[in-house]
């Protein structure tokens, strides 16, 4: 059953049309909980329609305005989130086949034929957009599975919480939007929303659940880096510092006071719209490509920075390896403003601390892949010409202690990522551009 606590009037739907009805139909969040509902509007009195028609027929606009759905234009879906500094990521569980310590569990069924792979994850809203930020929320509940060669998922549950904090009126045009978001990036994951949960809650949430049942050479272990591997980034870095550099923008702060003279509004909002749609990318198409190009382990970065989630990956070996990071790509001028806004973190490959105005723990990023070199440049190549997107090698794999580092003369480097159109990348060179770009040295 999928358990709805958003707002009065679904207390009433609730008592006209028999709890019973809604039960038997609340078990798909689509065809459920829009369409069952939908359907008995019409029977109920006092009933605010706006929450269905919202979420089942109006298309987002592609920039989310408050005024134009009746809210108050000061309204901010990110400040109905809680902002908490996170933890160092903790040591891995000792059992690789079943636990495998990256948010994820895999578990033998069948007598060992199948694997049941199962994931979750939940964000707090890091943008004002609702519809955008389901669509985030569900791609990287997603992610963990991709990260594990996993392109098939089977079902999703969806994991709500809503704002006790809110109007009635912003939860009518807020939960729809971010409801219709999740549901419409698991259509284009291939996958289902069957169920979940909500509840009400002092900050919004929302994440999920997800699963897929596969033998078990659809699975790829993370366990099996070898010395030799490189390591592929699939999306650029500096995505939470980008977020929150518009919400400074925004909200007239005068932390964006201090970083004016290197970057401009105007670029602010392009490099934003880009990085909002880097998250919304799905790491499907990477994930197929690590079964033709043999990768032998992945890890999703998210929460604890590219060297956080290359340590986590490095610990759970079963050789004695050394992740080596030597170039950190990030979106156009988030190098410099990291500076200038005292993000050392984020540049030394860590998750930045969050701050009194920063707006989310983390974003969702690539996937960071271990291969052989020609595998890897091979892969980098096709990845591009489906997705019309960079990925680079950024990495290599030594002999070590199963730990990651940054190597000694690692390099940043930015690029105009919300222009690129073809990108091809070889090893033991910056970039090959096939279009006239700018590829930014910066250190």
């Given at each position: 059953?999928?358990?709805?606590?958003?707002?009065?009037?679904?207390?009433?739907?609730?008592?006209?049309?028999?709890?019973?009805?809604?039960?038997?139909?609340?078990?798909?969040?689509?065809?459920?909980?829009?369409?069952c509902v939908k359907s008995h509007l019409s029977k109920v009195q006092g009933i605010n329609s706006r929450y269905i028609a919202n979420a089942m027929d109006n298309p987002p606009q592609q920039h989310f305005d408050p005024v134009a759905h009746g809210l108050d234009p000061t309204f901010r879906l990110t400040h109905c989130g809680?902002?908490?500094?996170?933890?160092?990521?903790?040591?891995?569980?000792?059992?690789?086949?079943?636990?495998?310590?990256?948010?994820?569990?895999?578990?033998?069924?069948?007598?060992?034929?199948?694997?049941?792979?199962?994931?979750?994850?939940?964000?707090?809203?890091?943008?004002?957009?609702?519809?955008?930020?389901?669509?985030?929320?569900?791609?990287?509940?997603?992610?963990?599975?991709?990260?594990?060669?996993?392109?098939?998922?089977?079902?999703?549950?969806?994991?709500?919480?809503?704002?006790?904090?809110?109007?009635?009126?912003?939860?009518?045009?807020?939960?729809?939007?971010?409801?219709?978001?999740?549901?419409?990036?698991?259509?284009?994951?291939?996958?289902?929303?069957?169920?979940?949960?909500?509840?009400?809650?002092?900050?919004?949430?929302?994440?999920?659940?997800?699963?897929?049942?596969?033998?078990?050479?659809?699975?790829?272990?993370?366990?099996?880096?070898?010395?030799?591997?490189?390591?592929?980034?699939?999306?650029?870095?500096?995505?939470?510092?980008?977020?929150?550099?518009?919400?400074?923008?925004?909200?007239?702060?005068?932390?964006?006071?201090?970083?004016?003279?290197?970057?401009?509004?105007?670029?602010?909002?392009?490099?934003?719209?880009?990085?909002?749609?880097?998250?919304?990318?799905?790491?499907?198409?990477?994930?197929?490509?690590?079964?033709?190009?043999?990768?032998?382990?992945?890890?999703?970065?998210?929460?604890?920075?590219?060297?956080?989630?290359?340590?986590?990956?490095?610990?759970?070996?079963?050789?004695?390896?050394?992740?080596?990071?030597?170039?950190?790509?990030?979106?156009?001028?988030?190098?410099?403003?990291?500076?200038?806004?005292?993000?050392?973190?984020?540049?030394?490959?860590?998750?930045?601390?969050?701050?009194?105005?920063?707006?989310?723990?983390?974003?969702?990023?690539?996937?960071?892949?271990?291969?052989?070199?020609?595998?890897?440049?091979?892969?980098?190549?096709?990845?591009?010409?489906?997705?019309?997107?960079?990925?680079?090698?950024?990495?290599?794999?030594?002999?070590g202690e199963n730990v990651a580092r940054l190597s000694e003369n690692y390099a940043l480097f930015e690029i105009l990522q919300y222009d690129i159109r073809k990108i091809a990348f070889e090893p033991k060179k910056w970039c090959t551009w096939t279009v006239p770009?700018?590829?930014?040295?910066?250190?």
């Amino acid at each position: 059953m999928f358990k709805i606590v958003i707002s009065s009037y679904l207390a009433t739907v609730l008592h006209n049309v028999g709890y019973h009805v809604l039960k038997r139909n609340y078990n798909s969040v689509h065809s459920g909980l829009f369409c069952c509902v939908k359907s008995h509007l019409s029977k109920v009195q006092g009933i605010n329609s706006r929450y269905i028609a919202n979420a089942m027929d109006n298309p987002p606009q592609q920039h989310f305005d408050p005024v134009a759905h009746g809210l108050d234009p000061t309204f901010r879906l990110t400040h109905c989130g809680f902002q908490s500094k996170r933890n160092s990521p903790s040591s891995n569980q000792t059992d690789l086949r079943i636990g495998i310590g990256m948010d994820s569990c895999v578990l033998p069924i069948q007598g060992g034929k199948l694997l049941l792979v199962q994931t979750t994850d939940f964000f707090y809203p890091l943008i004002d957009d609702p519809y955008a930020m389901g669509k985030i929320a569900c791609a990287n509940t997603l992610s963990d599975l991709y990260a594990m060669g996993v392109t098939d998922c089977d079902n999703m549950l969806m994991l709500l919480s809503v704002s006790n904090k809110m109007s009635e009126r912003e939860r009518d045009v807020v939960i729809p939007l971010m409801m219709k978001g999740f549901n419409d990036c698991a259509q284009e994951a291939e996958t289902q929303v069957e169920g979940g949960q909500s509840v009400l809650n002092p900050w919004i949430t929302i994440g999920g659940v997800a699963t897929a049942v596969c033998p078990p050479e659809n699975i790829i272990m993370p366990y099996n880096i070898c010395p030799g591997d490189v390591l592929v980034l699939t999306k650029p870095l500096g995505t939470q510092l980008m977020v929150n550099v518009k919400n400074w923008l925004d909200l007239e702060h005068s932390k964006f006071n201090n970083i004016r003279h290197v970057i401009s509004e105007e670029t602010v909002q392009k490099v934003h719209d880009y990085s909002v749609k880097s998250m919304i990318r799905l790491n499907r198409t990477a994930a197929k490509l690590m079964h033709k190009y043999n990768a032998h382990g992945a890890t999703d970065i998210t929460g604890f920075g590219i060297v956080g989630h290359a340590n986590n990956l490095a610990k759970i070996q079963k050789k004695q390896v050394t992740i080596v990071i030597d170039k950190l790509p990030f979106l156009y001028r988030m190098v410099e403003v990291a500076k200038i806004a005292g993000w050392q973190r984020l540049l030394n490959g860590l998750s930045p601390e969050t701050s009194g105005m920063s707006v989310a723990e983390c974003t969702l990023g690539g996937l960071l892949i271990a291969m052989a070199p020609d595998e890897a440049v091979e892969f980098c190549n096709e990845i591009e010409r489906i997705e019309h997107q960079p990925a680079w090698i950024v990495g290599h794999v030594e002999k070590g202690e199963n730990v990651a580092r940054l190597s000694e003369n690692y390099a940043l480097f930015e690029i105009l990522q919300y222009d690129i159109r073809k990108i091809a990348f070889e090893p033991k060179k910056w970039c090959t551009w096939t279009v006239p770009l700018q590829c930014v040295l910066v250190k």
